[in-house]
């Protein structure tokens, strides 16, 4: 269940103004839900420091429990959540289904109690003039009991959930409590109001305050600990994430570990997320590629088209229930899960007092080197002697020119202006050399798919047309490609000359 939701602070003698005049109709206030909420997480609160929250809570027309993830932004920078729920019925112990989930997050640490929040909601929908329900308004008064501190704190805050998901009626709130004088919470959840007040030294430090390595370092182990919870479901683009994530984190470490005396310590890390890359590669390809081929064959308005789309369809099936096997099997390994607690120490000794960090005069070195490679790689493509060859060294450009391309993107807090500059560059770079890569991978699946056709040659006709039209994007990558580069590295020579 998505939620887009804004929450707003009430201060002594402020209330939720009037509702008249908004671009939804305000219907009449619901009856007094009184909720009752207990919180669960690790005991260094690993959940609330990624922005997850877990509770059982009873009353009011959601009672269950709750496990909320963040999805990003919606509307007017209200964050997203993607709520998952369970009945009562599940038990009092936090079900197995949601922890399993949270495998990645909490790895061996239980989930214990960590607050008792109890809450009195003042409800009120706003529809527009076909009664569909456009946003919800409500009016807490919170008291929250912190495990480990005495006494009880009391607040109260108002919610605006964007039910249309547009923005608009939830914009108009907004400004109609700004207007009140009414403050949007620094909190996101009523947990972290209620820990963050009964002991701020209990949350995290973020990213910016561990250096520029450990900072990013930090946000890319968030990033793919948040996308093992999507891929554990099955969400699209979740493995995508963990790839991105992990291919970051092992080209950040590979360029700059040495400089900080750290290389014995991240050569066996860099090992262990190519590993899991590999492990993940074969269902991101599936996801990509049957997306890309089925709107590639319908495009060909061949006789043979839809039987073209069923033959595929049937081999994607087949390919990504294998694939699935392999990401669940990786995701729930003993060696995925050290490698997780490996990447966590390191970040956490690279925020510790007298930690090494990077300055400017650590980046250039590296960045020099990175884009060599990318040079050199370009020369193989113009000397290869055949189209396979050239195809391999293309693909090589694409692999030198990622790293190149994040080893920029860590060095963004010492010369913003001038990695900007060149992460657009390379960002273009990318695009082609990425584009390149699908068209090379579609032909492979696609003669594949047609090595398996039973339909007499119907359907392999089609699919040979989408081969030749997959031939034609990757030629036409590779024409641009030298331009492409010169236009980069035009940019990004900069930061080391």
């Given amino acids: 269940v998505p939620e887009i939701e804004r929450k707003y602070v009430l201060r002594p003698g402020q209330s939720l103004p009037g509702l008249d005049g908004l671009p939804a109709t305000a219907g009449a206030p619901s009856a007094v839900d009184a909720l009752r909420a207990q919180y669960f997480d690790t005991r260094d609160l690993r959940l609330l420091r990624l922005g997850l929250t877990l509770r059982r809570r009873e009353g009011g027309p959601d009672a269950g429990w709750h496990l909320k993830i963040p999805a990003g932004t919606g509307a007017g920078g209200a964050p997203v959540r993607t709520e998952v729920r369970l009945g009562l019925a599940a038990g009092s112990a936090p079900p197995v289904a949601l922890v399993q989930l949270l495998t990645g997050v909490?790895?061996?640490?239980?989930?214990?109690?960590?607050?008792?929040?109890?809450?009195?909601?003042?409800?009120?929908?706003?529809?527009?003039?076909?009664?569909?329900?456009?946003?919800?308004?409500?009016?807490?008064?919170?008291?929250?009991?912190?495990?480990?501190?005495?006494?009880?704190?009391r607040w109260r805050e108002i919610e605006v959930e964007d039910l249309a998901g547009d923005g608009a009626v939830a914009d108009a709130l907004s400004a109609r409590l700004a207007a009140a004088g009414i403050e949007r919470s620094?909190?996101?959840?009523?947990?972290?109001?209620?820990?963050?007040?009964?002991?701020?030294?209990?949350?995290?430090?973020?990213?910016?305050?561990?250096?520029?390595?450990?900072?990013?370092l930090r946000r890319e182990l968030e990033h793919l600990v948040l996308a093992d919870v999507g891929a554990r479901r099955d969400v699209p683009e979740s493995v995508h994430a963990m790839r991105k994530a992990s291919r970051r984190l092992r080209s950040a470490l590979r360029a700059y570990a040495p400089a900080l005396g750290l290389a014995e310590r991240a050569d066996p890390l860099e090992d262990e997320l190519r590993w899991l890359g590999q492990r993940l590669s074969e269902a991101r390809d599936v996801e990509v590629q049957r997306a890309r081929l089925d709107a590639r064959v319908a495009a060909t308005?061949?006789?043979?088209?839809?039987?073209?789309?069923?033959?595929?369809?049937?081999?994607?099936?087949?390919?990504?229930?294998?694939?699935r096997e392999h990401v669940v099997a990786a995701l729930d390994s003993d060696r995925y899960l050290g490698l997780l607690d490996a990447l966590e120490a390191l970040v956490g000794d690279l925020a510790g007092p007298g930690a090494p960090d990077l300055a400017r005069g650590d980046v250039a070195r590296p960045l020099r080197r990175l884009a060599k490679k990318v040079a050199g790689r370009r020369r193989d493509v113009d000397a290869a002697p055949a189209p396979a060859e050239r195809d391999a060294a293309v693909h090589g450009v694409r692999k030198a020119a990622k790293r190149l391309r994040y080893a920029v993107e860590v060095a963004k807090p010492l010369a913003p202006k001038k990695t900007g500059r060149a992460l657009n560059r390379l960002d273009d770079?990318?695009?082609?050399?990425?584009?390149?890569?699908?068209?090379?991978?579609?032909?492979?699946?696609?003669?594949?798919?047609?090595?398996?056709?039973?339909?007499?040659?119907?359907?392999?006709?089609?699919?040979?047309?989408?081969?030749?039209?997959?031939?034609?994007?990757?030629?036409?990558?590779?024409?641009?490609?030298?331009?492409?580069w010169q236009r980069a590295l035009k940019k990004a020579r900069p930061l080391w000359s």
């Fill in 106 to 153: 909490v790895r061996r640490q239980p989930l214990v109690p960590v607050a008792q929040i109890s809450t009195e909601r003042h409800r009120r929908e706003l529809v527009d003039a076909g009664g569909r329900p456009q946003a919800e308004v409500v009016e807490d008064r919170v008291r929250a009991v912190v495990g480990g501190h005495a006494g009880a704190q």
């Fill in 186 to 216: 620094a909190s996101p959840s009523k947990l972290h109001h209620a820990i963050s007040a009964a002991d701020g030294a209990a949350l995290p430090a973020r990213p910016a305050e561990a250096g520029v390595l450990g900072g990013y």
């Fill in 301 to 323: 308005a061949t006789p043979g088209a839809e039987a073209g789309r069923a033959r595929l369809a049937a081999y994607f099936t087949e390919r990504g229930a294998a694939a």
């Fill in 429 to 484: 770079l990318q695009d082609l050399l990425g584009e390149f890569q699908d068209a090379v991978v579609a032909r492979e699946h696609l003669t594949r798919a047609a090595g398996q056709d039973a339909t007499a040659g119907v359907a392999g006709f089609a699919l040979g047309v989408a081969s030749q039209q997959e031939a034609d994007v990757a030629e036409a990558q590779v024409a641009r490609l030298g331009r492409a």
